[in-house]
T-cell receptor
């Protein structure tokens, strides 16, 4: 089946620093990947669509300068949370179209900003 | 505004019984609906997809129905097992924005032996 690998699974960073999260499709190519954020007991909220070789498209209310997305290859998309603050603490998840396997999600990254 | 509602209360069910979950939506015309399983601290795992022109889909012990008139999907787990304990999410999508899913908050299912 289609597998999406996401790293790191957990990260703790100091306020004001930047954190990079990687999302890789292991056995398929993904021209498009999606980044979601999930707060406790809440639904996943789509943040942005990552397009290979072009700029990401962001959902309304998501700051593109704060959440930098790079999709440099057909198997890798990265999300960088810049100048992180405690309110950015959340569970970040990526997904890609695994074709007949449905949308395949990464295992998520728990970001804690202290 | 678009709204997707799933029962926020946990569903406690005895092993062997059928668990039935509901997903209702408003102000939305989805082309397809998906159900996912999510375990604590993990990403969602795809279970089933049903399209707007389909009434019912089955996969092993899982069954999904989709009523676009009622704007509702039902998700059934038959012969439930303790290993089925998890949170189940419904997600809606449209063909003009393939891959961009709108999720419900999920319903937690607890299956006791």
């Amino acid at each position: 089946g289609a597998v999406v690998s996401q790293h790191p699974s957990r990260v703790i960073c100091k306020s004001g620093t930047s954190v990079k999260i990687e999302c890789r499709s292991l056995d398929f190519q993904a021209t498009t990947m999606f980044w979601y954020r999930q707060f406790p007991k809440q639904s996943l909220m789509l943040m942005a669509t990552s397009n290979e070789g072009s700029k990401a498209t962001y959902e309304q209310g998501v700051e593109k300068d704060k959440f930098l997305i790079n999709h440099a290859s057909l198997t890798l998309s990265t999300l960088t949370v810049t100048s992180a603050h405690p309110e950015d603490s959340s569970f970040y998840i990526c997904s890609a179209d695994g074709h007949e396997y449905g949308y395949t999600f990464g295992s998520g990254t728990r970001l804690t900003v202290v | 505004s678009q709204k997707i509602e799933q029962n926020s209360e946990a569903l406690n069910i005895q092993e062997g019984k059928t668990a039935t979950l509901t997903c209702n939506y408003t102000n939305y015309s989805p082309a397809y609906l998906q159900w996912y399983r999510q375990d604590p601290g993990r990403g969602p795992v795809f279970l089933l997809l049903i399209r707007e022109n389909e009434k019912e889909k089955r996969k092993e012990r899982l069954k999904v129905t989709f009523d676009t008139t009622l704007k509702q999907s039902l998700f059934h787990i038959t012969a439930s097992q303790p290993a089925d304990s998890a949170t189940y999410l419904c997600a809606l999508g449209r063909t003009d924005s393939w891959g961009k899913l709108q999720f419900g908050a999920g319903t937690q299912v607890v299956v006791t032996p």
